[in-house]
């Protein structure tokens, strides 16, 4: 079975099944390496270098990623660091024929889940992509997370936002309506019709919706 037939199989996975992004030159190491994620009931994607890798980027949204750190057109590391500045946080596993220490401490400082030798120890590579799993699994609940209130604050009206973002700066009821020029009366209601929105039971859960937004405005 070649790569091509191994990525085919992968991809009827894929479609329901987390995904791996195997980013390797080596057709040995690809095939080594999809046996492995197969095996786990994981979906396959593969490439041969840096630029292919940032085109399949544009399609999918893998849950991980292994990566060589010498590509042909390209270093692991100038990937990693690419993808950090796009957002693109992925949990990354280096693959490597040489011990080059100094890149294996700038991969791990800047995330990467692990830094594996070639040949690959097949129960080394099989614990860290469980622990990139579960960081990819985090990462999916923050992002489940994010769309949710999203999508409850786009109902909120305009007299609605304006409340929700005074009470959870900490504002009093009494300091809202004057701050907006309406009545104590109407602000419980508007503050009622927010907590209904935003699906919150209490303060707590607004001021977390509340930074969330924040952190979506400042990225």
Known sequence: MNAR???????????????????????????????????KGLGVLSCSGARDMLERLERHEPEIVILNSQLPDGAGLEVQQYLRSRDRDMPIIFVSQDHDVQTCVQAMKAGAIDFLLKPLDRRALSSAMEAALAKAGSRNGRAEV?????????????????????????????????EL???????????GKVMRKMEARSLADLVRASKVLSSLADS
């Open 146 to 178: 994010r769309r949710k209130v999203l999508k409850c604050a786009d109902t909120l009206t305009k007299r609605e936002r304006e409340v929700f973002e005074l009470v959870t700066a900490g504002l009093m009821n009494k300091q809202i309506a004057f």
């Open 181 to 191: 020029g309406i009545s104590e009366i109407m602000v419980k209601i508007h503050r």
């Open 5 to 39: 037939s191994v990525e085919r199989e992968g991809r009827s996975l894929a479609a329901t099944n987390p995904t791996v992004l195997l980013v390797d030159d080596d057709d040995l190491t690809v095939r080594s390496l999809s046996d492995l994620v197969l095996d």
